[in-house]
């Protein structure tokens, strides 16, 4: 894989920034625009930067054939689209109504909503937050799904196991010399001790994924790695 799948994972966080920006624009409406249309531009290259990143993956074509095919049948998948081809190409925007009122602890809640614009004519009845967050979740869960899909490929834990390296036809020490080590460099002086210095090399060289956070958040998943 020629690039890092933390391209993908970057993709994603902008978006939930992006995506947690949103109520927090109060009665600043333009604020609400600005995050939305930003939101649904960056949400569209979560799936241009996996596609990128995994094409060369053995079995990812297929694979993500499938993810495409339920995502255009997605009515909401198919509004952000219709929606991000609006913004970027026309300059247009759906965030066209909102409305505000106080919690019982007087806490003010502003909320916003879709209205029909010339190329949308049938936006979501829910409210803009909700939409985008439930958006939001359906491509998280396409990226989780190639977490478990492509493990070795995208998870540098899970590269870096005697099971990987042996399918591949290598050993620890070429996993010590990939790293920038001699061989032997985890040497412990006993062939029992195997499974530790893979142990060690995860440990101490890689990083794992990076947004195990909003897996757990909007998902309630965590990805493990070998060591759990």
Not at 23 to 40: I, K, N
Not at 100 to 110: A, E, I, Q, T, Y
Not at 138 to 166: C, H, M, Q
């Amino acid at each position: 894989m020629a690039r890092s799948f933390s391209i993908v994972d970057y993709k994603t966080q902008q978006t939930e920034f992006f995506l947690s920006k949103i109520p927090e624009s109060g009665l600043d409406f333009f604020s609400a625009q600005c995050f939305t249309d930003a939101f649904v531009s960056s949400a569209r290259t979560i799936t241009f930067a996996l596609q990128a990143v995994c094409t060369d993956i053995p079995g990812f074509s297929t694979w993500y054939s499938e993810q495409q095919r339920v995502l255009k049948a997605d009515l909401l998948a198919r509004f952000f689209h219709r929606y991000r081809t609006a913004s970027i190409h026309i300059g247009d925007t759906v965030v066209r109504g909102g409305a505000s009122s106080h919690d019982s602890d007087g806490k003010l809640r502003v909320t916003y909503f879709f209205m029909e614009v010339p190329d949308i004519c049938d936006p979501p009845r829910e409210d803009v937050y909700t939409a985008c967050r439930s958006h939001f979740t359906k491509l998280l869960r396409i990226v989780f799904g190639a977490y478990e899909a492509f493990p070795a490929y995208i998870d540098d834990r899970w590269y870096f196991t005697s099971k990987n390296f042996d399918s591949l036809g290598k050993s620890v020490e070429d996993a010590e010399l990939e790293l920038g080590f001699p061989k032997g460099w985890t040497d412990l002086g006993d062939p029992a001790m195997l499974d530790e210095r893979w142990k060690i090399l995860r440990k101490t060289q890689t990083s794992g994924c990076q947004i195990q956070e909003l897996f757990e958040k909007y998902l309630g998943c965590h990805f493990p790695g070998p060591d759990e």
